[in-house]
Each structure stands twice: as C-alpha cells, then as structure tokens.
C-alpha cells in the first residue's frame, strides 16, 4: 500500500473487509449470510457514490484541458487512470456475475442469491485448475496497484495511499493456509455471497485507489487556472455504510473550490427545473437573481458544509440541498443542488468458538469474537454467567468454563469515543465426551489372539473424533477371566498390567474370555467418571 494517511471512509472499508474475511473460516448461519447481503448492499452504494464523485473530476479535467496548458498535459493521465480502473472493475463484475449464474441466480424476492451458501462455486472458478482464475486476478489487482503509483511518480506528483492491495485478504490466516496460495486463502469453500462481496470490495479498492489518483491529478493544475462556471455540487462522506448507533458525516462543497469563494449549503429539496449531468448524479449548476433557497443552513468551514446526521434506524437514507456562491461579479448567484445517500445496518456481532459449537469443560476453549466495523482493541466481552475470558494480544480469546448448562457472551464496542452494547450470543457447556477404553491402544475386544494381549502393558483411554487436545488418566480397572469353568478378578490401581495379570495373559487358552471392567478415568476437568468395558475372545 502506497504511503499516506488513509481517509477516515477507507478505514472503515479496510476494517468491514477484515472482519469479513475472519467470517469466512466459520461455519457460516443465516444470520452471517443476511449479514454479508447488507455489507454487500452497502459497498455496491459507496462505490456508486465514489464513481460519480470521480466522474464529475473527469468532466472538470475535460473542461479544464481545452484551455489550461498543464490540465491539457495531465488529461491523458487521468484517462490511463480511467482506462486501469475500468478494465479491472469490469472483469471483477464478470467474475460476480460466474459466481452468481452458478449459484442459480439471485432470488428475486429476497435480492439476494438463491445458493448464497454454496461453498463450491467460488472454489471451482478460483481454486481448481491449478487456480488459473484465481492466479489472473491476483496479477491483475497487484498490477493496477503498481501503474497508479507508477503514473503519480512519472508525473512528479505527491505519492497518495493506495487502497487496492489484494494481500490484504491473506490477513489473520493460518499459515498452512497461505501456503496454498492467495487464490486459496480466498475463495476456497467461501460461500458464494462472500465471494461476491469480497469481489465488491475489491471494485470498492480500485473506484477509491481511481479517486486518490485522480484528485492528485487534479491539483497538479494551478489552481488559479480554473473555470469555476464549469463546477459542480459533490457530497464526500468517510462511509456510505453505518452501523445503528453511529453518525453519519458528510463534506458538501463545490469541487475545487477555493476557500475564498465562501459558499452557503443547505439541506432541503432541490430547485424546480434543476437537470442532472448526463451520466452522473451531479445537477447542473442554476443561475439565481436573488438566490432564494429552502432548506436548513450548515455550518461551512473551509469552504465545505459539515453535514451530521445520527443513524437511529435501519435502512437506506436519503438527502438533498443546494450549494449558494455569489457570483464574482455581485450580481445574483450561482445554485448548486446535490444528492447523497448512506445505509445504515443493524449492528452486528461475531462470537464464534474456532473449533467447535460449544464450549467444553477442562479445556481452553479458543474464540474470535469481533464486530464489524469495530477495531479490535475497541471490542469488550464478558460472561454473562458461569465462566471466563481472557484476551490474547492478537485479539483473540481463550473461554474457561466448568459447570454443564448455558451460559451466555455479552459483547459491546467503542464506538464514537462511546462504549455501546452490541449485543448477547447464547452457547452451550458441554462435558467432554467419555473415552473409549483400549488395551495398549489399539485392542478394542472382540476375538483376539493370546499373543496380541500379552504383549500390551496396559489400559489407555483414548478419545476418538474430538477436535480438543484433551487427556484421561486410568485411575483403576478390574481384570476378570474364565479358566475352566471358573471365573477368577484382579483389581489394578493405575493404567498398567501388574505381574499377575501379565501371568495371566501369558497362560490363556483358545475359547478363554478376558474382561476388563469398572474401569474408571480422570479426565481434564478433574472428575472421576466410569467407562464402558473391555471382552475379548481368545482365539
């Protein structure tokens, strides 16, 4: 990522796209499906935001290169830049639309895709093949990313931060994981929703990587060289996407404008008869002899109208205003209406163990829990019953519990200088499960030869299909057999064979039976609990 302080607005994108690629190594609900709908929904409205605001600056270079000789000798600059960001964004809508037509469309009554959890569409167009797909759109983004800092350093302009840096996505993975490849660590087994929102968030990457480039661009003119009868309205806001809670803010100002040129904004309807730009959401500029206006006025500082709204509810919102300049000469004033729009989510959290569904007693139970949107260190979780969290540096969580039941995580986030619930996940409290009894490991009952148990040294407990690194120790056991007709017991303290048991094993006969029985263990949650037993059938 090129040098530079990142806006607040990519901060935010770079974090949601952090948390998202966290999502997608769990077992993925409905809920986390819904939740990627609304982040996707989200970014596909700032990238439309971002692209209007840059298809205005393209307009304005145009208008400016007829007559300014260094906006003249940028222009094609700035059409390179155009040409990068176009290509790449279109091949990534073609990548969405493969996912997408494989999942079987999108649903026309939920607008989402109809196999949103297909875990094998993204694999297959990615991953499989030796990830030729996967590997195309990997040089592709690592290209675009070198020619914008390539056309800021030919042009001796001022480096800018680069937004597009597909390693990003290689963040929090394990390391067996990217040692498969970028393509892996990516898409594979990635619902097809994921997939279609990482994609989006890469096309978000390359409209604001277009939009830096662009703006440096555009200073390179002097400013004392521009048309201001060619300006236009333009809404800059750090997200387009919020979480309930937070506030929504928005810079409302003419493009490059001068500080001097100290504009009026205002929230309200738009003029009657006012025309948009042809393909943008900008409005053409209105002439105005008094310059009435409705609307509530802003506060303007720096040339730029501070706009503040609190998200209370969940949805997609709307504005609109007018920007009033006085014209250079005094008479009258020139109108300048806008448009901008956010969406706000509900607020989200993700507490999810990292190896299993519940939570086990005796052991340290590993888990992420984040919220989207949210730093790390700004995210507090406590047990709202029995048991206890300790966070690690990475952010990450160790769960202690120890008693059979429910217990439940309460989870809230700094947000705005303020700490604010986020809300309550429920999580079950298991034992862990019995062991299953062995003699020497490997001897499970059954018919056995007299060989194959004389040699083993004793019982071991082993758990079978269990995720935990998890132990049990033999505390005592009986061994019973039958030699002609009479039955005979021993009972051993400990896992191993005493010498009269091994006398025992050396001497058995064909048709003889060994059982060994009450066999009792400790496991790591320091109960003492009895298994099932062991019978063998000597053959």
């Known amino acids: 990522m090129a040098g530079g302080k990142l806006t607040p607005r990519q901060k935010m994108i770079n974090m949601m796209y952090l948390v998202l690629t966290a999502l997608l190594a769990l077992n993925v609900s409905q809920e986390v499906l819904n939740a990627f709908k609304i982040v996707n929904d989200g970014l596909k409205t700032s990238n439309s935001s971002l692209q209007s605001k840059n298809d205005l600056i393209y307009q304005q270079f145009a208008a400016q290169a007829a007559d300014v000789p260094r906006a003249k000798e940028l222009y094609p600059v700035a059409l390179k830049v155009q040409a990068i960001s176009k290509q790449i964004f279109t091949d990534i809508e073609a990548y969405k639309k493969q996912i997408i037509d494989g999942s079987k469309g999108i649903n026309p009554e939920t607008g989402d895709i109809v196999q949103r959890d297909n875990i094998d569409i993204a694999t297959h167009i990615f991953v499989e093949n030796g990830g030729k797909k996967g590997k195309d759109l990997y040089k592709k983004l690592k290209d675009a990313q070198s020619e914008y800092a390539k056309l800021l350093a030919d042009n001796k302009l001022n480096n800018v931060p680069i937004s597009l840096n597909p390693d990003d996505v290689l963040k929090g993975k394990k390391r067996d994981v990217v040692s498969k490849g970028w393509e892996f660590a990516a898409f594979n087994h990635v619902p097809s929703t994921a997939a279609v929102t990482i994609l989006s968030k890469f096309q978000n990457d390359v409209i604001a990587s277009e939009g830096a480039v662009l703006d440096e661009l555009f200073k390179g003119i002097s400013a004392k060289s521009f048309k201001f009868d060619d300006l236009a309205a333009a809404v800059i806001a750090p997200s387009s996407y919020l979480m309930q809670g937070q506030k929504y803010t928005a810079q409302i100002f003419v493009a490059a404008s001068s500080k001097g040129s100290d504009p009026e904004v205002f929230i309200g309807s738009i003029p009657a008869g006012a025309k948009k730009i042809p393909g943008t959401e900008q409005y053409e500029a209105i002439e105005s002899a008094d310059g009435q206006v409705g609307g509530t006025p802003l506060k303007v500082e720096g040339g730029k109208g501070i706009y503040e709204q609190a998200a209370t509810a969940v949805g997609e919102k709307k504005y609109t205003g007018v920007i009033r300049v006085k014209n250079p000469d005094g008479n009258g004033y020139k109108l300048y209406p806008f448009t901008g729009g956010y969406q706000v989510g509900a607020k989200s959290i993700v507490v999810s163990p990292t190896q299993m569904n519940v939570l086990y007693i005796g052991v340290p139970n590993p888990m992420k829990i984040s919220v989207a949107g949210v730093q790390s260190q ?50 079950r409290i298991k034992r862990i499960p019995d062991p299953i009894p062995t003699v020497g490991g490997t001897l499970k009952g059954g018919p056995t030869s007299a060989a194959q148990l004389k040699v083993q040294g004793g019982v071991v407990p082993l758990l079978e299909n269990f995720d935990f690194n998890a132990r049990f120790n033999v505390v005592s056991y009986t061994v019973g057999y039958n030699k002609k007709g009479d039955y005979f017991e021993e009972k051993i303290s400990g896992p191993s064979f005493n010498d009269k048991v091994k006398a025992i094993l050396a001497g058995l006969k064909p048709k003889e039976l060994l059982i060994i029985d009450d066999i009792k263990v400790v496991g790591p949650d320091g109960t003492q609990r009895k298994i099932s037993q062991l019978a063998f059938k000597i053959i």
């Open 378 to 427: 700004d995210v507090q979780a406590s047990f709202a019953g029995d048991g206890a969290l300790s966070k690690a540096p990475d952010g990450s969580y160790i769960a202690t519990v120890k008693v059979v039941g429910k217990t439940k995580i309460n989870v809230s986030a700094k947000v705005d200088g303020k700490v604010v619930p986020m809300g309550t996940e429920e999580f």
